[in-house]
């Protein structure tokens, strides 16, 4: 019995959706440091760390932009020189976390002795894809640039599946989804 809903994406795929979950997370929480309306109900402080809490989702960002970089066959010495560092401090630093990603893709759950409820062991985006995809269409709908829309509509894609559109699927699945009308 498998402990993970089905899941119609390659691994690459699922990688590919991290980081899209990811960054919609990094601009919501940035979003938040660009009015200055409030100013006045905000110490520099509060902003300072906002900032900070921004910062901590752009780390989760290049975290799932390196496990994508991974999943598409980049090797370390190539996400290196990308971003400008040692192969060994690139491994040393995000080997781990690879790691534990392909863990997490094989044992999803893990219920640790004494605990009522299983812990997720991979990003929720990666256990339940097809609901993180469809409300990543659904933000990047709202949030996208129309000039972008207009560029892929010339192109004959689905503008109404910007994220989902353009994940790849195992083989065997056919891409269509159910009618939500």
Request: glycine share 6%; charged share 30%; net charge negative.
């Amino acid at each position: 019995m498998s402990d993970r809903p089905a899941n119609p994406y390659t691994t690459a795929a699922l990688a590919r959706l991290v980081l899209a979950d990811r960054a919609r997370d990094t601009v919501d929480e940035a979003i938040r440091l660009v009015p200055t309306l409030d100013d006045d109900r905000h110490t520099p402080q509060e902003l300072l760390l906002q900032a900070l809490r921004v910062r901590s989702y752009v780390d989760r960002l290049v975290e799932a932009a390196v496990l994508h970089a991974r999943e598409n066959g980049t090797d370390w010495t190539g996400i290196a020189i990308a971003m400008g560092l040692r192969t060994e401090s690139v491994t040393e630093r995000w080997l781990p976390q690879e790691q534990r990603w392909q863990a997490g893709l094989t044992h999803p759950l893990r219920q640790d002795p004494g605990e009522d409820l299983p812990e997720l062991t991979i990003p929720q985006a990666a256990y339940a894809p097809e609901a993180y995809a469809h409300d990543l269409d659904d933000w990047a709908t709202r949030h996208l640039d129309p000039v972008e829309s207009e560029r892929w509509h010339a192109r004959g894609l689905d503008t109404t599946r910007p994220v989902s559109g353009g994940l790849s699927r195992s083989e065997g699945e056919t891409g269509t989804e159910p009618d939500d009308t």
